[in-house]
């Protein structure tokens, strides 16, 4: 895992990535998740709680869709 600070948060990618296109995540104030895509780092999600166990569960499962 290879971790990055930006701002007050410390980005970690996890060490499976094999390209510089990777999901990148952080603890953000107030118990939030942050996710982040490593070449526009910018741009950032943030999920609570149940939202991101649900969203850790989708990509594990590999159950995106085609939404």
């Known amino acids: 895992m290879i971790t990055s600070t930006a701002g007050d948060m410390a980005w970690r990618k996890s060490s499976r990535c094999e390209s510089h296109t990777c999901l990148e995540v952080a603890e953000a104030p107030g118990g939030r998740m942050a996710v982040r895509n490593s070449t526009r780092p910018q741009l950032r999600l ?10 850790v569960r989708t990509v594990r499962d590999g159950d995106l869709g085609s939404h």
């Open 46 to 55: 943030s999920f609570e709680g149940p939202a991101w166990q649900a969203f």
